[in-house]
């Protein structure tokens, strides 16, 4: 209960004292489920806190509305929406109201596009599927003031948003007296002396704030339009170069490193970065396509699998040279399109180009045990289930449509303890599990429940058994 207590406080000042309120901008029912039961059992409060919306157009007006009335704002928004970024309406929100705070919503995504959207202005990410006491932290990390440190400097932005930068400069310092060498804080005395156009002053507290945290962005990109108001080139291209490093994703940038090698007669560097430019946006706008077959075929998969199919597979060659593991939900979801067609060898072939790509993907292989199944080779199947709980051996076991095909595939395979281990872990799942039940006592009858009660004694599973939490049966 104190825990929850700490969590629910935060979050409640902003909202009931401090005028907040949660903006969301997102189609995705499940998430919304989560954080409508977050909102009202955690953190006791109302769901008129909270709006939603399911367009960018609406989620930039109502925030410009309610910036206007001075109300305190948390935008919560996926990454993308039916294969459309986000990532411009995250710059918008940063350039225009900056005091907004936003949460990214996404499933899993790579190190290199998280550091891009954290530079472009992202504050936090939530990683989906999300509990709700998870998600109270979150919310409640995202708004709780870092004690007086954040006070201080929450004041100061405010105050050199306004165009009051003495008193900006003396928030900072005095938030530089309560923590010296706060990165933050001598971010906030840097803008205040460059808004005062005293350069070289800032410039040595950016200079400062990167040593203290040379992984932190901020301090290199003012450092760079420093430089730039000042006509330094060499010095400008240096920190670009360095901010390209951290953050490669950044397809302006790399246009921005190109003319400056240009402008200082560097041409073949140049054509370098414009052709690593082209390249990027290249890749980005595959994924966009990639991403916008993948909702068409998400649409076609009840009625038409064999459109599905289709478009799920434009959504894999969209992305041919660019492939991760971001992509394993497609190709489970063709997997299950070509199985539903009867296609149990594609779907094979599919899985199998899956684990090319993530060998150690516990649920891939778990599908693949499924698509060998259809075609009646068993001892592939528990193969292939046998992999997967080498990485995860509680795979299954919390889930009893899982754990009963689990249970099916050893004993399709002739593996019939393994087999009455499954059974047995369903019907603790659910007791009601009338096939589960009804092959449990087969198996019993056939004295198959001692070796179960072995392999329960001491261990969920055998350690060369082990298997993921699947997101389907298949």
Request: with cysteine; hydrophobic share 40%; charged share 25%.
């Amino acid at each position: 209960m104190e825990v929850l207590t700490r969590l629910a406080q935060p979050v409640q000042n902003f909202v009931l004292q401090e005028n907040g309120l949660f903006l969301l901008l997102t189609k995705d029912a499940g998430f919304l489920n989560v954080f409508t039961r977050t909102v009202v059992q955690v953190l006791a409060l109302k769901p008129v806190c909270c709006r939603i919306h399911t367009s960018a157009e609406d989620a930039m007006k109502a925030i410009g509305q309610l910036a206007a009335r001075d109300r305190k704002l948390v935008l919560l928004v996926e990454r993308e929406i039916e294969g459309i970024s986000h990532i411009q309406l995250i710059k918008h929100v940063k350039l225009f109201f900056p005091l907004v705070r936003i949460i990214l919503l996404t499933r899993e995504i790579q190190e290199d596009l998280l550091i891009l959207l954290h530079e472009l202005g992202t504050d936090s990410v939530i990683t989906k599927p999300i509990g709700e006491r998870a998600l109270a932290e979150k919310l409640a990390n995202a708004i709780r003031p870092m004690g007086k440190l954040g006070d201080l400097l929450e004041k100061g932005k405010s105050h050199l948003l306004r165009g009051n930068t003495s008193m900006a400069m003396t928030l900072g310092e005095e938030a530089l007296r309560h923590k010296p060498d706060s990165p933050s804080a001598l971010m906030l005395v840097g803008d205040a002396l460059r808004a005062m156009e005293r350069h070289e002053d800032a410039l040595s507290a950016y200079a400062e704030a990167h040593h203290s945290a040379e992984l932190y962005l901020e301090p290199i990109k003012r450092l760079i339009q420093t430089y730039s108001e000042l006509g330094d080139s060499v010095k400008e291209l240096e920190y670009l170069e360095r901010l390209d490093r951290l953050s490669p994703l950044n397809v302006e940038r790399k246009v921005q490193i190109g003319g400056l090698k240009l402008k200082l007669g560097n041409l073949s560097a140049a054509d370098r970065e414009f052709g690593k430019a082209v390249k990027l946006t290249t890749d980005q706008a595959m994924s966009l396509i990639s991403g916008l077959s993948r909702n068409i075929a998400e649409q076609c998969m009840a009625q038409a699998p064999e459109l599905a199919e289709r478009y799920l597979r434009y959504s894999l060659e969209a992305k041919q040279k660019i492939l991760s593991r971001s992509d394993m939900e497609t190709f489970n979801a063709l997997g299950l399109v070509l199985r539903m067609q009867g296609k149990w060898r594609e779907a094979v072939a599919e899985y199998r180009k899956a684990l090319d790509i993530a060998p150690e993907d516990e649920i891939i292989r778990y599908n693949l045990a499924l698509a060998f199944m259809d075609g009646e080779e068993y001892e592939n199947a528990a193969a292939e289930v046998e992999r997967a709980l080498v990485t995860n051996g509680e795979f299954g076991q919390d889930n009893d449509t899982v754990c009963f095909n689990l249970g099916h595939i050893f004993w399709r395979a002739g593996n019939l303890p393994m087999a009455m281990f499954y059974f047995t872990q369903t019907l603790k799942l659910n007791p009601d599990h009338e096939e589960a039940a009804r092959m449990a006592r087969k198996l019993a009858d056939e004295g198959h429940v001692g070796e179960a009660k072995e392999l329960t004694a001491e261990t969920p599973a055998p350690d060369e058994l082990k298997e993921p939490d699947a997101s389907s049966e298949g």
